[in-house]
């Protein structure tokens, strides 16, 4: 009963949309000859409203038009994959950092090493090695960044005299911190691979092997850094439960806490009150003396499908190069969208105080992306699962690795 | 056949009127439906063809994925734990506005009002009323009366916290269907009663509720479909920064966010949709308990 109310509503809604669309699909078709190249961002609106501006240049240096839809993250996935199926896709997408393989390996997306690999080339030498290396699929590409996302630390500069530069560091502030009933917040992916992967990195280790053949979370560095890791919660009280980070760092109960970059803006907006008390710095090092943190972020590529590759091509060279990215970061200034630029030069030119950059930067040279292998986001949850099973439920380290290993090594696609 | 022709012609207005909502209801269900039957038996990951592998996802599902079993679990827990609940305070409230009582209406509506709210804004309100520590609403009151915090979204408490919102989200509509049972009860049997000197517990137990039967039958069945299908405010409420939905170690993971999970986010096409199969496998033979338990005819 439900349901068919549902798709009449539907029908309802569907009907003028369908209506409106081939009036305009009549009424506006171009001018003939013209090119137009469509991308898709998931994101904001604002920002999607902002690359069609910047396409306003490129189309006077060019002649070609481009336009820029958002779509919102929660239904992208979907909405590529259905596109694809459909033959429906957009000329540019932007997505995920991992879907460029993803849609690439089952032949979705131009490879672009094979394409294009000289102006290839010129754009990885620029970007952040991290996020070069998360790209790469055996000898392919299929997508180039369009922003990152990065692990950063912040602490309260009033409550904390110096921020922990090594484990050892760290985990003595945590005990003085235990001590007067405070504690450190693990944000971004906490109890989770994502909060994990820059411990294991650190201590030397990594989600598989060299060559993305088999998992590697059963050596001893995986095992040291899972200790580490799972002892921040059990030892040192690093609470289990989501806290609103903002709020407590503000009341001084987590004076420290681990996140992403994003939360500099937040802090900005929820607690202003706060300004010049707090600072941000790269992660305590671990064994191998590595500062190593997570980066993640959007990529963009150009599906198969579309019927102007070289063009799409040319805007995406556009959108990385420094002078462009840097007005994308001024725009985002003004949105409520965080954007960091993927190319080195960028952040010579982007208006950002010191205090802050230099520290992102210092975080970012020394950063890595998720494993590009594929079967990999199958795998992820058997990951978290070991992390809440020795947490939760006092499960030893070792034998919770070897079962994730088993899980990653069978999930593994080639 | 020409007789058949001829019966179309004469009502061929009305076909004409029927047949955009029967086309939409054909292609965004009934299709649909049936597709996903097929797939039931197929490995699908939407890019390439779908595979015949026969009762595999079923036989999977069964035998080898204790996630489902999990999810299964949780989800007749959040069925006990809402629908009786839900009902009785429904009752007691519909029972409560019937009287002849001042500012009806504004109750009704005051009740009324959560059921006609997005879940999903409820979920996201709610989700910062179960705040940990001393963050949330709930804990703060708590802690004012001196009671120590609760830990509302932890591992023990996400799935009855999830039950306790889902309970107030539903109270209104509930409220309303029994509001109307009532009123349809005729006052003279209230009357009769009170002639053969009944207490008000002899009328309630033996005017009100068998009066209110299929009422009650309807609220029932319809109450424990869609809570067996309870999706939004498990995502909203367990979903992490990774994009995993049901919680630490699947502490709320529900059948429906269980599919949802394999089916869009996995894209596992074939083995969601042979959840979705034993989802209405499941659902069909409880209805059809539910509807032999209160068979009995009623007639006054």
């Not at chain 1, 978290?384 to 290993?405: F, P, R, Y």
């Not at chain 2, 439906?33 to 038996?41: I, N, Q």
């Not at chain 2, 949330?136 to 023990?156: A, E, K, R, T, Y």
């Amino acid at each position: 009963m439900r349901g068919h109310k549902t798709v009449k509503m539907i029908g309802y809604v569907l009907f003028p949309l369908i209506a409106i669309h081939m009036i305009c699909l009549s009424g506006c078709a171009k001018k003939s000859g013209e090119k137009e190249i469509l991308m898709w961002l998931v994101g904001s609106e604002k920002q999607a409203q902002k690359i069609t501006e910047l396409g306003l240049d490129f189309y006077k240096e060019t002649g070609v038009k481009v336009s820029c839809e958002a779509i919102s993250w929660g239904e992208a996935h979907s909405k590529y994959l259905t596109s694809v199926v459909g033959e429906v896709t957009p000329d540019i997408g932007t997505m995920g950092l991992t879907w460029g393989t993803e849609f690439g390996s089952l032949g979705a997306m131009v490879d672009l090493r094979k394409e294009f690999p000289a102006e290839l080339e010129e754009i990885s030498k620029n970007i952040f090695p991290g996020l070069a290396e998360s790209i790469r699929y055996k000898d392919s590409v299929f997508a180039v960044p369009f922003d990152m996302s990065e692990y950063i630390m912040f602490y309260r500069t009033d409550l904390i005299k110096s921020p922990p530069k090594t484990w050892k560091e760290l985990t003595s502030l945590l005990s003085e911190l235990n001590s007067g009933g405070k504690s450190m917040i693990i944000d971004w992916g906490g109890l989770g691979w994502i909060g994990y992967c820059p411990y294991l990195w650190q201590s030397g280790g990594d989600f598989y092997n060299k060559d993305g053949t088999a998992a590697a979370l059963d050596t001893p560095e995986a095992a040291a850094a899972m200790k580490f890791f799972t002892d921040m919660y059990k030892k040192y009280q690093v609470p289990l439960e989501n806290k609103p980070v903002e709020q407590s760092f503000k009341v001084g109960d987590h004076p420290i806490f681990i996140s992403g970059n994003w939360k500099m803006k937040s802090l900005t907006d929820i607690a202003p009150e706060l300004g010049g008390k707090w600072a941000i710095a790269p992660l305590p090092a671990g064994p191998t003396g590595k500062r190593t943190g997570f980066i993640g972020g959007r990529v963009m590529g150009i599906f198969s499908m579309s019927k102007h590759k070289k063009e799409s091509w040319e805007f995406i060279k556009y959108l990385s190069t420094a002078d462009i990215q840097v007005k994308l970061y001024e725009a985002t200034l003004e949105s409520h969208d965080t954007y960091l630029p993927t190319n080195m030069k960028t952040w010579d030119m982007m208006p950002m105080e010191s205090s802050f950059k230099e520290p992102l930067r210092e975080q970012a040279m020394d950063s890595k992306g998720p494993p590009s292998v594929l079967g990999w986001d199958d795998s992820t949850r058997f990951i978290d699962t070991a992390i809440q099973m020795i947490v939760l439920k006092g499960k030893d380290v070792k034998s919770a690795l070897a079962e994730a290993n088993r899980e990653l090594n069978g999930r593994k696609k080639h | 056949m020409n007789c058949a022709l001829k019966e179309f012609n004469k009502h061929k207005a009305s076909y004409m009127f029927i047949a955009p909502s029967f086309l939409i209801f054909t292609v965004f269900l009934i299709i649909p439906v049936f597709a996903s039957l097929y797939w039931s038996f197929t490995e699908y990951n939407i890019l390439q063809p779908p595979k015949f592998v026969g009762f595999q996802n079923y036989a999977n599902i069964l035998f080898h994925d204790p996630r489902f079993w999990k999810a299964m679990t949780n989800t007749v827990i959040f069925v006990v734990g809402t629908v009786p609940t839900s009902i009785a305070i429904s009752l007691l409230l519909a029972m409560a506005i019937d009287q002849n009582i001042k500012f009806k209406n504004w109750f009704k509506t005051f009740f009324f009002i959560p059921s006609i709210t997005s879940i999903i804004a409820v979920s996201v309100i709610w989700k910062w009323l179960y705040a940990s520590g001393k963050y949330g609403l709930f804990n703060h009151f708590l802690s004012s009366i001196g009671v120590p915090p609760v830990n509302w979204l932890g591992i023990d408490l996400t799935l009855p916290s999830i039950i306790i919102m889902s309970v107030w989200g539903g109270l209104g509509y509930n409220m309303i269907l029994f509001l109307a049972g009532l009123q349809g009860i005729p006052q003279v049997f209230y009357e009769a009663a009170e002639v053969d000197g009944a207490s008000d517990w002899d009328k309630f137990r033996n005017v009100t509720l068998p009066l209110l039967r299929p009422t009650m039958v309807f609220v029932t069945i319809m109450s424990i479909i869609s809570a067996f299908q309870v999706f939004e405010q498990v995502y909203i409420m367990t979903y992490n920064s990774e994009g995993a939905v049901g919680g630490t170690l699947d502490c709320a993971l529900t059948i429906v966010a269980y599919l949802y999970e394999t089916g869009f986010q996995r894209f596992a096409m074939g083995y969601a949709s042979a959840l979705a199969y034993l989802i209405f496998i499941v659902l069909f033979i409880v209805t059809i308990i539910n509807m032999k338990i209160v068979e009995k005819k009623i007639e006054y």
